[in-house]
T-cell receptor, first 117, second 111 residues
Framework: GAVVSQHPSRVICKSGTSVKIECRSL??????MFWYRQFPKQSLMLMAT?????????EQGVEKDKFLINHASLTLSTLTVTSAHPEDSSFYIC?????????????FGPGTRLTVT | GQQLNQSPQSMFIQEGEDVSMNCTSS?????WLWYKQDPGEGPVLLIA?????ELTSNGRLTAQFGITRKDSFLNISASIPSDVGIYFC???????????FGKGTLLTVNP
């Protein structure tokens, strides 16, 4: 149980284009999902909290107009990187909390490797 | 923001050896989580701790929630090559379900 998928696993795009990443909870419902960014050999950095049916909350320093988050259902959140630049190249990972549990446990997707050329 | 100090940064051990790593916080945590991340993958939850003093095992892994609620330990016994990866501690600094992560411990196991 507690499986989270991400799509795509890898994406290469040109500078200036937009890329959408999907995060799905496969066997549980999640009112809250989280988007992280991870640079090589570094820890996970929380970018934003995605809330089903309401606006995402962004961490300090994260541009909400550049990283658009939509949480349209209890099993799907999407992150769109708009007007991508090479410095946006990174490993993006989502996680989800099980709605039926009151715990702090987050279950992570396998990540999406974004390369902007 | 809240920092978790995780040590050691990296470990190089021989197969069969035991491993210990720890995490400390400057403030009290109500939950400690330990994750393992393989290269190019997302973190996988290993153990969750909810009570001060709690000692929980998952196979060869054992984790403890420090009695002061400001630290936690993860031990791996009889290491095997597939234990290789980065181990992260994590906890919620506040009750809003966000997690703060340690910087990770990179474990290398020589067969």
């Amino acid at each position: 149980g507690a499986v989270v998928s991400q799509h795509p696993s890898r994406v290469i795009c040109k500078s200036g284009t937009s890329v959408k990443i999907e995060c799905r909870s496969l066997d549980f419902q999640a009112t809250t999902m989280f988007w992280y960014r991870q640079f090589p050999k570094q820890s996970l950095m929380l970018m934003a909290t995605s809330n089903e049916g309401s606006k995402a909350t962004y961490e300090q320093g994260v541009e909400k107009d550049k990283f658009l988050i939509n949480h349209a259902s209890l099993t799907l959140s999407t992150l769109t990187v708009t007007s991508a630049h090479p410095e946006d190249s990174s490993f993006y990972i989502c996680s989800a909390r099980d709605l039926s549990q009151s715990s702090y446990e987050q279950y992570f997707g396998p990540g999406t490797r974004l390369t902007v050329t | 923001g809240q920092q978790l100090n995780q040590s050691p940064q990296s470990m190089f051990i021989q197969e069969g050896e035991d491993v210990s790593m720890n995490c400390t916080s400057s403030s009290i945590f109500n939950t400690w989580l330990w994750y393992k991340q393989d290269p190019g993958e997302g973190p996988v939850l290993l153990i969750a701790l909810y009570k001060a003093g709690e000692l929980t095992s998952n196979g060869r892994l054992t984790a403890q929630f420090g009695i002061t609620r400001k630290d936690s330990f993860l031990n791996i016994s009889a290491s095997i090559p597939s234990d290789v990866g980065i181990y992260f501690c994590a906890g919620p600094p506040r009750s809003n379900y966000k997690l703060t992560f340690g910087k990770g411990t990179l474990l290398t196991v020589n067969p």
